[in-house]
Nanobody
Framework: QVQLVESGGGLVQAGGSLRLSCAAS????????MGWFRQAPGKEREFVAA?????????YYGDSVKGRFTISRDHAKNTVYLQMNSLKPEDTAVYYC????????????????????WGQGTQVTVSS
């Protein structure tokens, strides 16, 4: 079994910053991918960012967060981080950490259906 534990959500004013963390434990994989998705009330779950946890440092972002959010990884700690800057009210959502037990190719890394394991979610609220 894989457990994903997220932390770092909260309430922030527009223009502020937050940093989310997600630590994976339990079953380990030699090559895997971790990502962040978010879901606002009444909306579908949306891709935010993802990174393969080994190999080259290549990062993937959703269009709505490019230039504002940064994903990073610590392979030794099985942890992924999401630094969120210049937050907007439309960033308000529950943010979910996800893990795929394979090194996803770029063509599918943004698809939530490629991820088998999910965290419980952490609320991010941005006030205007």
């Amino acid at each position: 079994q894989v457990q994903l534990v997220e932390s770092g959500g909260g309430l922030v004013q527009a223009g502020g910053s937050l940093r989310l963390s997600c630590a994976a434990s339990g079953r380990t994989f030699s090559r895997y991918t971790m990502g962040w998705f978010r879901q606002a009330p009444g909306k579908e779950r949306e891709f935010v960012a993802a990174v393969r946890m080994s190999g080259m440092n290549m990062y993937y972002y959703g269009d709505s967060v490019k230039g504002r959010f940064t994903i990073s990884r610590d392979h030794a700690k099985n942890t992924v981080y999401l630094q969120m800057n210049s937050l907007k009210p439309e960033d308000t959502a529950v943010y979910y950490c996800a893990l795929s037990p394979s090194a996803l190719i770029s063509g599918v890394i943004r698809s939530l259906y490629e991820y088998d394991h999910w965290g419980q979610g952490t609320q991010v609220t941005v006030s205007s």
